[in-house]
């Protein structure tokens, strides 16, 4: 394959089509099920599936035999599934290998903090930055793969026959995905490689592996003390405060000084080579490992050792309060005792425990002989276990570095993401004889989720050159 060919049709690709169609998609408020509870009646959804389609089907038309379905089962968002048939010559047995490439279309919320002049629906291009929701969350992916498989098309490269799933429920965990593969089963098959595009990178000068993603629980704990709110003068040093015994009660679950989960069961045994890998990672990103970070002047980070970050972000228990209630705004918080308080919860978990049994020692050691006789609860409303991959095999190994090598001018690195894609655990349980590609273009700043949002372009056309080098090597490893 000849490399400078394969960047230049990529590159092209992507300045003449992908990005124009990208700024489109950036329009479309098609928010996750989650978070846009009525979206079948919005429309939105349907909008950035008619988007995806219609470049997709002009990009299919030089592709042999592929074709496009748009899924829809009764009351769920919809999958996009695109089959291209295999090509070159090959033992029959090799045109039975399958490559599944996977991504998403829904999008988180607005989120407030954007720039002036930028928004979530806004798109904008700022040198090699194009900002707004969903370009790098996860947009970008079908049309990285389907350019991929067309640059392998251009230069006569043989691969295995690939499926490319897109769906509209990522971002709310994925609910409606397990249904889609198990009605789609006889036309996805068994793969023998994942390629998913909804990861991370560490930096934007190589190729990243995610290797383990981290599982999580959510929930609220409740604690009231009183029936209504009581006068603070009357009340304090009589009736404890509920955001007092919150605090004492979060203390079971961490230490407050250092942040360290406290309970032995909600940690797992690192795995030798995720410690390995975690070495190399902190050492190929020293300080960008928090200095990616908008920290106030003068914040640091829990720790100044790079490896510990790493491994804290990636194979071990942390907990945020992400919100909030029962506590008044500022402006209409009076002399009052209040009569109880809700946190919600969120818990990140090891790798490879199990969420539903985290949960319930979560339970335990929140509630149990609750201080003052409190009422006390807690309502767990996710739990999602997280993924570890299996051993890269050795033809996958090669190719990693391969492309890297090819794409980015740099060896590959690897590295565990502390966020979660029950995409990934569902397909680990379904196809576990199956290789893994997990990466992504989610870097330095580029803030998912939040403000400012942006895909990095450059990585977008670096990532979809290097799945095309090892969609070849997959098809030379099994032919």
């Known amino acids: 394959m000849d490399a400078a060919r394969l960047g230049k049709f990529v590159g092209e690709c992507w300045d003449d089509e992908v990005v124009p169609t990208l700024v489109e998609y950036i329009k479309i408020p098609n ?42 089962l009764e009351g769920r968002t919809p999958v996009i599934l695109i089959e291209v048939p295999a090509t070159g010559s090959a033992p029959a047995g090799a045109h039975k290998e399958t490559v599944l490439l996977y991504g998403h279309l829904d999008k988180q919320p607005e989120m407030v903090g954007w720039f002036e002049g930028y928004g979530p629906w806004t798109p904008l291009i700022k040198g090699d930055k194009l900002y707004g929701r969903g370009g790098a969350d996860d947009g970008y992916a079908m049309f990285g793969a389907l350019t991929a498989i067309a640059a392998l098309h251009d230069q006569g490269v043989p691969h295995a026959r690939c499926v490319v799933l897109i769906e509209a429920c990522e971002e709310s965990g994925s609910y409606d995905l397990p249904h889609y593969v198990d009605h789609l089963a006889p036309r996805i098959g068994s793969p023998s490689l994942v390629v998913c595009l909804d990861s991370g ?94 920290f106030p002047k003068g914040m640091a980070p829990v720790s100044q050792d790079h490896t510990e970050l790493v491994l804290n972000r990636t194979w071990r228990p942390q907990l945020a309060i992400t919100g909030i209630e029962g506590l008044p705004a500022l402006v209409d918080a009076g002399n009052v005792l209040l009569p109880y ?69 740099a060896p590959p690195a690897l590295m565990g993401e502390g966020g979660s894609i029950p995409f990934l655990a569902m397909l680990g349980e379904k196809f576990p004889a199956s290789q893994f590609v997990v990466t992504g273009v989610l870097g330095p700043h580029s803030n998912a989720h939040g403000p400012n949002e942006f895909l990095h372009i450059p990585t977008g056309k670096r990532v979809t050159a290097a799945v095309a080098h090892i969609l070849r090597d997959h098809h030379a490893a099994h032919a």
Request: aromatic letters at 8%.
């Open 341 to 409: 308080t809700t946190a919600k919860l969120s818990l990140r978990l090891p790798p490879t425990l199990d969420a539903h049994g985290a949960v319930a020692v979560v339970e335990k050691v929140l509630t149990q002989n609750p201080p003052y006789g409190a009422t006390v609860s807690f309502s767990a409303d996710k739990a999602a276990t997280g993924w570890n991959a299996p051993r890269l095999a050795s033809w996958l190994e090669r190719s990693i570095a391969a492309a890297s090598l090819a794409a980015f001018g």
């Open 31 to 72: 928010k996750s099920p989650s978070f846009d509870p009525d979206w079948a009646v919005h429309g939105y959804m349907e909008d950035a599936v008619r988007l995806f389609e219609g470049w997709a089907r002009r990009k299919l038309a030089g592709l042999a035999g592929a074709s496009l379905e748009v899924v829809r």
């Open 201 to 294: 990178c560490g930096n934007y000068e190589q190729l990243w592996l995610t290797t383990s993603l981290r599982g999580m629980l959510a929930g609220a704990l409740t604690v009231q003390v009183l029936e209504e709110g009581v006068h603070s003068g009357d009340a304090s040093g009589v009736v404890p405060s509920s955001f007092r015994l919150t605090r004492e009660l979060l203390s079971r679950l961490e230490n407050e000084s250092t942040g360290e989960i406290v309970p032995a069961e909600l940690y797992d045994q690192i795995p030798p080579e995720r410690v390995a890998q975690a070495k190399q990672a902190a050492a190929v990103l020293k300080d960008a490992l928090y200095t990616k970070f908008p």
